[in-house]
């Protein structure tokens, strides 16, 4: 009866560490909203002018410059206007006017859209413009209602 015990104690204490040593490909840690990514601005369904301003924020990924290279948990944004996020995420980005490479490093980028309703998709990808899959992403939707 002891070694039975004994066995059981060590199988236990085997799978608890091997579930404790799972890591993922990225940090999966999120905001209060739930999301990994945020658009803290401008707020979704508001009504705004063209050009305005549009600021993201991370929880459990760290922002850098396209620059440093691939790095676990750490990369740039991007912003799709009126764009679905690309099917295939093993591809890097697109660069033209519906899809805007901040690869700066940056968290606001001031953009430019037509008077009208406007989709605009905040995608975080790693150095290479490569998203993260599963995606690390945040959506809003605007209507321009001025242009300065």
Do not use: W
């Amino acid at each position: 009866m002891k070694i039975i015990s004994r066995v059981m104690a060590l199988l236990v204490m085997v799978l608890f560490a091997g579930c404790a040593a799972q890591t993922g490909g990225g940090s999966t840690a999120t905001s209060s909203t739930g999301k990994a990514l945020t658009i803290t601005k401008p707020a979704t369904l508001s009504n705004v002018s063209s050009p305005l301003q549009v600021c993201m924020a991370t929880n459990g990924y760290t922002v850098e410059p396209a620059k440093n290279g691939v790095n676990p948990g750490k990369g740039h944004h991007h912003l799709l206007i009126d764009e679905e996020i690309p099917a295939d995420l093993s591809m890097s980005i697109a660069k033209d006017d519906t899809h805007i490479h901040m690869g700066d490093g940056s968290t606001c980028k001031t953009i430019n859209l037509t008077k009208g309703q406007h989709t605009i998709t905040a995608l975080f990808a790693q150095g290479n413009h490569v998203p993260y899959n599963p995606p690390v992403t945040d959506s809003v939707a605007v209507t321009v209602v001025g242009a300065n």
